[in-house]
């Protein structure tokens, strides 16, 4: 069952004065099921950003439709839409976005302060995410008091706290060294075995090769896709690799 329809997406932006028109996305067509892990990947001004932003519902396309669960994002009114991602996207990002005035705990809390829960619910739904992040023991440190891996972590947590339908991760390794990054991905792959849909936008290959299906954007377009099927972590690799080669010098798709 898909979770997420995008059909035909468009998006065209007018330059400041209005003189060009930049076509970001054109007519991007794809569905990702229930409970896969999809990574998305592409050069720098392919439309990944677009692509991630249209799909979190914070912006709209020009034409076409993101569709989650059935549901229309462009047709959810403004005054709704901050609830509705809430309730049903989680966001893990390269940055981490914690405020660093809030402990870890009150971080991961805080889309469920927003959402009106009582503490001992947010609570009974914090520890059991915190034991399987490792970080139980430092929620009542501050962000600057633990490493980038920990923050990430932390992050990790906040969205799922929630039980998103969705979990979006935008370069959610791009700040980490290679030991936190293993350990990330380590992660992330617990928690879809679990059964929760992640979409991840990386130009990381190492990330990427640790999902279930790549995606790849080119001018705006889907470009080539690769399924893990039996593929190891270094046979796919290799793969995503090889089909970044071929996007970079102009290749056609296999």
């Known amino acids: 069952m898909s979770i997420l329809e995008v ?10 004065f209005g003189g060009n ?10 569905s990702v099921e229930q409970g896969e892990y999809v990574a998305i990947m592409g050069e720098s001004g392919s439309g990944k950003t677009t692509l991630l932003n249209i799909l979190a519902a914070l912006d709209k396309p020009t034409s076409g439709t993101v569709l989650l669960d059935g549901k229309d994002l ?9 609830a509705f991602r809430r309730d049903n996207l989680g966001f893990v990002f390269q940055d981490f976005n914690l405020l660093d005035t809030f402990s870890l705990e009150d971080n ?3 889309p469920l302060v927003l959402a009106g829960k ?13 034991a399987r992040l490792g970080i139980s023991e430092i929620l009542k440190k501050y962000p600057y ?3 980038g891996g920990q923050k990430q972590r932390a992050a990790v947590a906040r969205a799922l706290i929630t039980n998103p339908r969705l979990l979006l991760a935008d370069e959610p390794t791009g700040a980490l060294d290679s030991k936190a990054t293993d350990e990330l991905l380590r992660l992330f792959r617990e928690i879809n075995q679990s059964g929760q849909t992640i979409l ?16 790849f954007i080119k001018d705006g377009e889907v ?18 690799s090889d089909t970044l080669t071929m996007l970079a010098t102009g290749g056609e798709k296999k």
């Open 108 to 110: 991961i809390y805080l």
């Open 145 to 147: 008091e633990v490493s």
């Open 118 to 130: 009582h503490f001992t619910e947010m609570h009974q739904r914090l520890t059991p995410i915190a």
């Open 74 to 82: 462009s047709q959810i009114k403004d005054s709704h839409i901050s």
């Open 21 to 30: 028109k930049v076509e970001a996305l054109k007519k991007v067509t794809f």
């Open 200 to 215: 991840m936008v990386t130009h990381s290959v190492k990330a990427a090769s640790h999902a279930g299906r790549i995606l």
């Open 7 to 16: 059909n035909g997406l468009k998006k065209v932006y007018t330059t400041r």
């Open 223 to 240: 470009f080539h896709q690769i399924y893990r099927g039996n593929s190891t972590n270094e046979q796919l690799y290799q793969k995503v």
